[in-house]
């Protein structure tokens, strides 16, 4: 199966970074890539055996994570 990924920053406190400025990771079941650079445009294409699976983020400093409302695994 695909998971699509997409990063969106919200810069309305003074920020300047963008979407390839954070680390994303997926766990699950065998996920490829793992690993990789936020893309805000395209999204970035993750293939997973089904399972359950979980999307995370490296803190930025500034910034607060959070997650859209359809984001389950």
């Known amino acids: 199966m695909n998971l699509l990924v997409i990063k969106r920053v919200i810069n309305n406190n003074g920020g300047t970074a963008v979407a390839s400025d ?22 970035t294409e993750v293939d997973i055996k089904a399972g359950a699976y979980e999307v995370s983020e490296a803190a930025v400093s500034g910034y607060t994570t959070s997650f859209s409302g359809d984001c389950t695994g």
């Open 22 to 43: 954070f680390t994303i990771t997926v766990s699950g079941n065998d996920p490829n890539p793992s690993t990789f650079s936020g893309n805000d445009v395209t999204g």
